[in-house]
């Protein structure tokens, strides 16, 4: 019989038997979240829930602890988890193998960028769950590699970035396959009208459960932002980091370019600098990944596509180098600091043609964001030979005098190849 853990406080209460107890005071869990409490006893009592949590207050558990409990050892895949990223298959994999009180629970995370033989490998050694993003699960079912005629349970993680990368149609796919009873549970950060439509097809008598009380950020953030001009931006980063030092940090740009040259530049600068984008072949993208969780990267140059579902605990800073042109998107970068309670710095750079921006994230979290000056940071005048704008992009027009006293242009001469016929050399 299993001890109980007397560092473990609550989760008894919500129905987790003494070995999940058990595996809980191994991962280091002191009491349950919100969600947590309120998200494991309908589940264990068999519902169908959708739950809202902000980023980072421990959904995965939250839906994990209840499926891991109740998987038979001697049946075939039962539990089905769908995520957005390739990361995230990753990560809710880890975490759930972590939780899980023994061993022989077999957890299988499939994902695009990886070899299919590889995956078909692993699914052939009979997974109890599968994590999986969902082209590569439909990938898998056309094959025949997986089957879902004993599902139990079936787990939609974040859900409105599901949606947003364009995953509507594979989710109803997916979903529509089933055939057995099953619970589903559906997890997001956010809640609108098309989350709720689909759950309204796809669950049964749902319980709702909302424990984002409607606030879109944490007031654990300490929020601010810098002015800095287009050619300031990289001083004015350099001296941000010089200054605080941060232990763990994401700094996220616009696009795959900016986030490989800024990478490059601070790399070349002597900092611990990685980068993460769509560009980077999946073998690469989770071996900079690795490093970052343990600590061995300490700033991560990402965007926004490749960071979604990143969940590292002990990110100190999260830096906006580009600003999100989406306020919703700055809402979702800053939710991956202060997690679980911890305190976290987001900090942005601003370029001063970006006020009606930076008011539309104000006002969407309802909050007034600081701005902080950088000690030794003086704005420079643009350089003269950098294009900043559209005036630019055609070659100024020739002087008028120069126009006038300029030579009629000598015709062209032709190349052999070009001469007629009779003038060519026989």
Same mark, same amino acid.
């Given at each position: 019989?299993?001890?109980?853990?007397?560092?473990?406080?609550?989760?008894?209460?919500?129905?987790?038997?003494?070995?999940?107890?058990?595996?809980?005071?191994?991962?280091?869990?002191?009491?349950?979240?919100?969600?947590?409490?309120?998200?494991?006893?309908?589940?264990?009592?068999?519902?169908?829930?959708?739950?809202?949590?902000?980023? #980072?207050?421990?959904?995965?558990?939250?839906?994990?602890?209840?499926?891991?409990?109740?998987?038979?050892?001697?049946?075939?895949?039962?539990?089905?988890?769908?995520?957005?990223?390739?990361?995230?298959?990753?990560?809710?994999?880890?975490?759930?193998?972590?939780?899980?009180?023994?061993?022989?629970?077999?957890?299988?995370?499939?994902?695009?960028?990886?070899?299919?033989?590889?995956?078909?490998?692993?699914?052939?050694?009979?997974?109890?769950?599968?994590?999986?993003?969902?082209?590569?699960?439909?990938?898998?079912?056309?094959?025949?590699?997986?089957?879902?005629?004993?599902?139990?349970?079936?787990?939609?993680?974040?859900?409105?970035?599901?949606?947003?990368?364009?995953?509507?149609?594979?989710?109803?796919?997916?979903?529509?396959?089933?055939?057995?009873?099953?619970?589903?549970?559906?997890?997001?950060?956010?809640? /609108?009208?098309?989350?709720?439509?689909?759950?309204?097809?796809?669950?049964?008598?749902?319980?709702?459960?909302?424990?984002?009380?409607?606030?879109?950020?944490?007031?654990?953030? /300490?929020?601010?932002?810098?002015?800095?001009?287009?050619?300031?931006?990289?001083?004015?980063?350099?001296?941000?980091?010089?200054?605080?030092?941060?232990?763990?940090?994401?700094?996220?740009?616009?696009?795959?370019?900016?986030?490989?040259?800024?990478?490059?530049?601070?790399?070349?600068?002597?900092? /611990?600098?990685?980068?993460?984008?769509?560009?980077?072949?999946?073998?690469?993208?989770?071996?900079?990944?690795?490093?970052?969780?343990?600590?061995?990267?300490?700033?991560?140059?990402?965007?926004?596509?490749?960071?979604?579902?990143?969940?590292?605990?002990?990110?100190?800073?999260?830096?906006?180098?580009?600003?999100?042109?989406?306020?919703?998107?700055?809402?979702?970068?800053?939710?991956?600091?202060?997690?679980?309670?911890?305190?976290?710095?987001?900090?942005?750079?601003?370029?001063?043609?970006?006020?009606?921006?930076?008011?539309?994230?104000?006002?969407?979290?309802?909050?007034?964001?600081?701005?902080?000056?950088?000690?030794?940071?003086?704005?420079?005048?643009?350089?003269?030979?950098?294009?900043? #704008?559209?005036?630019?992009?055609?070659?100024?027009?020739?002087?008028?005098?120069?126009?006038?006293?300029?030579?009629?242009?000598?015709?062209?001469?032709?190349?052999?190849?070009?001469?007629?016929?009779?003038?060519?050399?026989?």
């Amino acid at each position: 019989m299993h001890k109980k853990s007397p560092r473990v406080r609550g989760f008894d209460e919500l129905g987790i038997d003494e070995a999940h107890l058990l595996a809980l005071d191994r991962a280091g869990f002191a009491e349950p979240t919100e969600i947590q409490r309120q998200l494991i006893p309908p589940v264990l009592a068999g519902r169908d829930v959708l739950g809202q949590a902000r980023t #980072g207050t421990g959904k995965t558990a939250a839906f994990g602890l209840p499926i891991l409990q109740m998987t038979r050892l001697e049946g075939r895949l039962q539990s089905l988890v769908l995520v957005p990223t390739r990361e995230l298959a990753v990560q809710v994999a880890a975490e759930l193998r972590r939780l899980a009180a023994v061993e022989q629970i077999h957890i299988v995370p499939i994902y695009g960028g990886q070899k299919i033989a590889h995956q078909t490998k692993l699914l052939g050694r009979k997974p109890h769950v599968v994590v999986g993003t969902p082209g590569r699960v439909i990938d898998m079912l056309d094959r025949g590699r997986i089957s879902l005629a004993d599902i139990r349970f079936v787990v939609l993680d974040e859900v409105d970035r599901m949606l947003d990368i364009g995953f509507r149609d594979d989710i109803r796919n997916i979903l529509s396959r089933i055939e057995t009873p099953h619970q589903t549970i559906l997890v997001s950060a956010t809640m /609108n009208d098309e989350i709720k439509r689909l759950a309204a097809r796809y669950t049964t008598d749902p319980l709702e459960i909302n424990v984002s009380r409607d606030e879109l950020t944490v007031d654990e953030v /300490n929020q601010a932002y810098v002015t800095a001009d287009p050619w300031d931006k990289y001083h004015a980063l350099r001296l941000l980091l010089e200054q605080e030092q941060p232990t763990l940090a994401i700094i996220f740009c616009n696009t795959k370019h900016a986030a490989r040259r800024l990478a490059r530049r601070l790399h070349g600068d002597g900092f /611990n600098a990685r980068e993460i984008h769509g560009d980077l072949v999946q073998q690469k993208r989770e071996r900079v990944m690795e490093r970052f969780r343990k600590h061995q990267v300490h700033l991560l140059v990402a965007t926004d596509l490749a960071a979604r579902g990143i969940d590292v605990h002990g990110i100190s800073h999260i830096i906006n180098y580009d600003l999100p042109p989406d306020p919703h998107v700055y809402v979702h970068r800053i939710g991956r600091t202060a997690r679980m309670g911890s305190f976290g710095r987001a900090l942005s750079l601003v370029c001063r043609d970006q006020g009606d921006l930076l008011t539309a994230i104000e006002q969407l979290i309802n909050k007034e964001i600081p701005q902080e000056q950088i000690a030794g940071f003086v704005p420079r005048p643009p350089p003269r030979d950098e294009d900043f #704008g559209p005036a630019r992009s055609a070659p100024p027009p020739p002087e008028p005098a120069a126009v006038a006293v300029a030579p009629a242009a000598a015709p062209k001469k032709l190349g052999a190849k070009f001469k007629t016929r009779r003038g060519r050399r026989r």
